[in-house]
């Protein structure tokens, strides 16, 4: 299992240093931001896709630094009902999944994305409850607005042979790991999870229950090493659904933490030790967004973590049980 690097928060270097610094803290793989929300410092994705000159270069930089890409990353919302947006979002995806093709990276992040809540609606619309029963209306809706766009996504990526590994994340019509499989069930299995437990946690979600549960369905295709945690005083006033700024820390109910700092490293290890049962032997990619430390000390601590907690070997015989 590989430490990785979602390279996001080194957006101010050039890839050489980013990769040159990642690579002597001993990481092992980078995720690349080319579209979207991440944005694409470190991989213009216009600049790079069907450019067989700058492919070659891209993987001789890093060959030198002794490194992989475990995935591309292009989070955005394909499904919004502003058709600019969706349109925008839809090409960024589909290019990323082309660009991840030639590249020989078999993985590509983002959203579900979220529909309005209707056809008539000009925003994306999370529906919670089924009541009052227009909100069951609308996720209805909803549900038929993804299987149209995802089945033909998902068949793109196939066509590709490169999976589409779907981060969890509140305010996107998949949220959770029964909605991931839903989503999945609908289109292929190119569709899978990018499990990423910093937005399980503070639903209340059971991280290593979760990752059984999709592991039953080989349905973990990336992993997002990223810690949360949630501060009880706030949450018992207020709950967890926050509307808080992220930079307000001291009223939130959660915060976003480096890896370590919302659950202790022997949490790490079960995650670690899960993931392994049920088959997952990719890139554990530290996602920075700790808005208490910097991003080069979050990164550093997630990575000295992490460093105790994988497995660098394959399991051995287990001859004690002969």
Request: proline share 4%; with cysteine; glycine share 8%.
């Amino acid at each position: 299992m590989d430490i990785g690097v979602l390279t996001v928060p080194l957006g101010g270097q050039s890839l050489d240093d980013a990769l040159a610094y990642l690579s002597d803290l001993g990481v092992d793989a980078v995720e690349l931001g080319c579209g979207g929300f991440p944005g694409d410092d470190h991989l213009d994705r216009q600049a790079y896709l069907d450019n067989e000159e700058k492919q070659a270069e891209l993987e001789a930089l890093l060959d030198e630094h002794d490194l992989r890409v475990s995935a591309l990353a292009t989070h955005n919302n394909p499904l919004h009902p502003d058709d600019e947006r969706a349109a925008e979002a839809d090409r960024e995806l589909r290019e990323a999944i082309r660009l991840a093709d030639q590249l020989d990276v078999n993985t590509v992040t983002g959203f579900s994305g979220l529909p309005a809540g209707g056809p008539d609606d000009e925003v994306p619309n999370w529906i919670t409850a089924p009541w009052p029963t227009e909100h069951a209306d609308a996720h209805e809706y909803q549900w038929r607005v993804a299987d149209e766009y995802w089945s033909d996504l998902a068949a793109h990526a196939g066509a590709h042979d490169v999976d589409v590994a779907i981060e969890m994340h509140p305010n996107m019509l998949v949220y959770e790991p029964r909605g991931l499989l839903e989503l999945r069930r609908r289109t292929n299995d190119r569709i899978g999870a990018n499990f990423d437990p910093s937005h399980l946690y503070w639903q209340g979600i059971d991280v290593t229950e979760a990752i059984r549960l999709l592991g039953e369905h080989d349905a973990i295709h990336h992993v997002h090493a990223k810690d949360t945690k949630v501060y009880e005083s706030n949450a018992r006033e207020k709950g967890v659904l926050d509307t808080a700024p992220y930079t307000d820390e001291a009223d939130r109910s959660w915060l976003f933490r480096s890896i370590g700092y919302g659950h202790d490293e022997s949490h790490w290890k079960d995650v670690v030790s899960t993931l392994r049962m049920v088959g997952y032997d990719g890139a554990l990619s530290i996602e920075h967004e700790d808005s208490l430390t910097s991003a080069r000390e979050g990164l550093e601590k997630a990575v000295d973590v992490l460093d105790r907690a994988v497995f660098e070997t394959q399991p051995g015989d287990a001859y004690w049980a002969e």
